[in-house]
């Protein structure tokens, strides 16, 4: 075996199927030697590899990264080729590869991978299938490459990995200018077991290497958080015009990666996140359960006549509204004050908790007791008793979860977010199901829907507390005078926040109003989207607010605020854009008409960006009223003539109201920014104290 100049490097542990063939089909190549590094295996690996002539060293166990690197460290060429077991090279290919890699000045290159299954059942051609129409097949990883020794010698495995290595690794030679590449010319074959147990391992495997990823390159947390949402989108979509069998396995990779994302995320990691980081989990946390809710209010509009759809969509705006003005500022003061507590924010976080739900739970029933007087729109919701004690319930657990994620921010933790919304929409999603499917289709199935999705994220909120060993202190929370003093930087908050969420919440109530709950039906699932993206600067926004108030804020925090904003937001945007028509046609032709309404939405979000920043800024700084005015003028502009317009044009006049008060916010907020970020901090009357110089509560 002395042909190649090449090092071929096996990883093996219980491999005995495999790895025969694909020890004879290198052997068959002449390399200059094989080294398969044994991982502890309890059957004949160690053997077959003797018997095929290679060369056998253990890796004690420690994991496939480390196995590479053993491989790597003891083989003598200056090119090795890490082969996994399950791959079979044809007749010449290492060599063909190997000219490739000469003549194209590789440091790394990758061979192309043609997917088989190991068996004629269906988890292992679900796999083969996912990976041969994957965009991941263009993806360098290490499964079946060439790379110069000594390149991985000094940029080596991360030994932490147990998955997810290749992807961290290609990172890491990518930030340091090595030219990787995937042969498009030369292609070996890549075998998947065909058993459930194998697809599940894989998708554990790969939703906690990406979880270990986000953790070590926060600055891609988004990415790699939406990564398995956005392959199941593809994968279902590809499916269903080529495959449809296949739908169930995305169904299965969806959940097991998340399972595993979540599973590592929860694990505690005392390490903070940076302002993009954070912005851009916050902004993953919004996105990702677009595609549940979209499917809860779907499977809602093919059971349910549009009347109750409207209807429903009415009393779900009306809790999200109750929570604003139970939020008494509380939320942004969090923010602030939070970073500065001596016993971790244990008291203040149970103080806050108990805060809003008390007062969210208040004005629910101030509104349920107004709306019924008036005894149209949403208050014809309130003559069923049930209905009315859930729409209580939703509005209680829904403020509990949004205080959840101000805690989390102000930990700068923000990462704990997507864990919760992914199960506040998974279960939100199973529980209307499970009543359709029961024979439960009223008004009341859809509320008690989303009061379960809240309590999840709750139960998961306190939990993830927990393991971090920061639980509220409910004993000591639990009095009157810390949340006093919790409400006294609050309250001037709370001005700002109604005038900047109220109109969000109260536009579907006066849709319903004016144009009857058929109409609200239509407006509401195109503005949940819609809202979903506005998400994304807000918590922009809240992000910059937190880093503002910490000792170590240093300069350009805003315009990196501004710039994370912007990108993300243009990215949801344009996925709003181009999926949001055939999702809206799916419907049905009520509701297909209303994509009309997302070309005059999306680009309102993008200046919103520029607003949620100026605010922001304004909130750390305690220019809350000149914030608040430029919010309540906004506001104005939308609420004043909003029932007046939408008799007279329409949901796209709504619309068009909507964007022209965001432009009008946006180029004020543009303006004050410049001004801002080119003067000197300096405390003013009513400033809320910076976490830096606030003595703890």
């Known amino acids: 075996m002395n042909d190649l100049n090449v090092s071929v490097v096996v990883p093996a542990r219980n491999a005995a199927a495999w790895l025969g063939e694909c020890l004879e089909s290198i052997r068959d190549q002449h390399p200059h030697e094989m080294i398969v590094v044994d991982g502890c295996s309890t059957d004949d690996s160690a053997a077959i590899a003797r018997e095929c002539g290679a060369t056998v060293v253990s890796d004690e166990g420690r994991g496939l990264p480390a196995a590479r690197m053993l491989g790597a460290r003891n083989a003598s060429g200056e090119v090795v080729a890490l082969i996994d077991a399950d791959v079979v090279l044809p007749p010449e290919s290492l060599r063909g590869l190997l000219a490739e890699f000469e003549s194209g000045g590789y440091d790394g290159l990758q061979f192309g991978l043609a997917s088989e299954a190991d068996g004629p059942g269906y988890w292992g051609a679900a796999l083969a299938w996912h990976h041969n129409h994957s965009r991941v097949r263009h993806w360098f990883g ?103 069998r296949f739908l169930p396995y995305w169904v299965g990779f969806f959940l097991y990666n998340y399972r595993a994302m979540f599973g590592e995320l929860l694990r505690p990691a005392h390490k903070p996140i940076s302002v993009g980081g954070n912005a851009a989990w916050l902004a993953a946390a919004r996105i990702a359960p677009m595609v549940t809710g979209f499917l809860f209010w779907a ?123 992914v199960a506040q929409s998974l279960v939100q999603l199973a529980f209307l199901a499970a009543a359709f499917a029961v024979g439960s289709r009223d008004l009341a199935v859809i509320v008690a829907a989303v009061a379960a999705g809240a309590l999840a994220s709750v139960l998961v909120g306190l939990r993830q507390l927990s393991r971090a060993q920061v639980s509220p202190d409910w004993r000591h929370g639990l009095r009157l005078r810390p949340a006093l003093g919790l409400l006294k930087p609050g309250l001037p908050n709370h001005a700002l926040m109604l005038a900047d969420r109220a109109p969000g919440y109260l536009l579907p109530l006066i849709v319903a109003a004016a144009l009857g709950p058929s109409s609200t039906a239509a407006w509401y699932v195109v503005w949940m989207m819609a809202s979903a993206v506005f998400f994304v600067p ?91 005015v430029v919010a309540i003028l906004a506001a104005i502009l939308v609420v004043a003539p909003a029932a007046a317009v939408a008799q007279q044009y329409g949901l796209t006049g709504v619309s068009v109201l909507w964007a022209v008060a965001q432009a009008t916010a946006a180029s004020i907020a543009a303006r004050r920014l410049v001004i801002l970020t080119r003067m000197k901090p300096a405390p003013t009357e009513g400033e809320i104290p910076s976490a830096a110089r606030h003595q703890p509560t």
């Not at 244990?346 to 008036?374: E, K, Q, W």
């Not at 920043?613 to 000149?626: D, I, K």
């Open 142 to 244: 290490v499964s079946a490459t060439l790379m110069r020794r000594d390149v991985l010698l000094a940029v080596g495995f991360d030994d932490d990995f147990r998955s997810g290595e290749d992807v961290e690794l290609r990172i890491r030679l990518e930030q340091a200018g090595y030219r990787l590449g995937v042969s498009d010319s030369v292609v070996v074959r890549h075998r998947f077991k065909d058993t459930f147990d194998y697809a599940r391992d894989q998708w554990l495997q790969d939703g906690a290497g990406s979880a270990r990823t986000v953790r070590k390159h926060p600055g891609r947390a988004g990415w790699m958080a939406a990564l398995p949402l956005l392959a199941t989108v593809r994968g279902m979509g590809m499916s269903l015009l080529r495959a449809p």
């Open 299 to 421: 499977l809602a509009a093919l059971v349910l006549p549009p009347e109750q759809i409207g209807l429903g969509s009415a009393v779900v705006a009306a809790a999200l509204l109750t929570v604003q003005l139970g939020m008494l500022g509380v939320g942004p003061a969090t923010l602030t004050l939070l970073p500065a507590e001596a016993d971790g924010g244990r008291r203040l976080m149970a103080t806050s908790l108990l805060t809003v739900a008390t007062f969210s739970l208040l004005g629910a029933g101030l509104l349920v007791l107004i709306t019924g007087l008036l005894g149209t729109g949403v208050g014809e919701a309130w003559n069923d008793p049930l209905v009315t004690v859930l729409f209580l319930a939703t509005a209680l657990l829904a403020a509990s979860a949004y205080q959840l994620d101000h805690v989390g921010v102000a930990q700068e933790r923000a990462d704990r977010t997507l864990a919760r919304s």
């Open 538 to 628: 807000q918590s922009a926004g809240f992000t910059l607010q937190t880093a503002l108030a910490e000792t170590r804020a240093r300069p350009g925090l805003v315009s990196s605020a501004l710039r994370a904003s912007l990108l993300l937001t243009l990215g949801a945007g344009l996925i709003l854009m181009f999926a949001g028509p055939a999702l809206l046609g799916f419907l049905g032709s009520q509701y297909a008409s209303a994509w009309v309404l997302l070309p005059v939405l999306v680009p309102a979000l993008l200046l919103s960006c520029v607003t949620q920043v100026y605010y922001g800024l304004c909130r750390a700084r305690g220019r809350l009223f000149e914030s608040t």
